[in-house]
Nanobody
């Protein structure tokens, strides 16, 4: 069992940066592949980035080159550094844990409650 709590969301202007954090409970955190997803109003939840247990990464095309996912297993925490934010990045951002290195919502077993990111133009 893994419990996840996101933080770091907020209201920023286009072009600004923001760093999200996701703190996990449980001794087996380091074994999980961890992902970030987002959901905008009226849209389906979509994949943003994933980091494997050994720190391999994969990004959606929409954030590649702007966002960076990382993890600190000693702190049971993953991060999402978001640069050059645009209004279309506005969404609730969720972190999630999976047993496999995947990018589909259905492949993730544990989810946080989400944190709101709003980017004004």
């Amino acid at each position: 069992q893994v419990q996840l709590v996101e933080s770091g969301g907020g209201l920023v202007q286009a072009g600004d940066s923001l760093r999200l954090s996701c703190a996990a409970s449980g001794r087996t955190f380091s074994r999980y592949n961890m992902g970030w997803f987002r959901q905008a109003p009226g849209k389906e939840r979509e994949f943003v980035a994933v980091i494997s247990w050994d720190s391999s990464t994969f990004y959606s095309n929409s954030v590649k080159g702007r966002f960076t996912i990382s993890r600190d297993n000693a702190k049971n925490t993953i991060y999402l550094q978001m640069n050059s934010l645009q209004p279309e990045d506005t969404a609730v951002y969720y972190c999630a844990a999976a047993n496999y290195f995947r990018y589909k919502v259905a492949d993730y077993d544990y989810w946080g409650q989400g944190t709101q990111v709003t980017v004004s133009s």
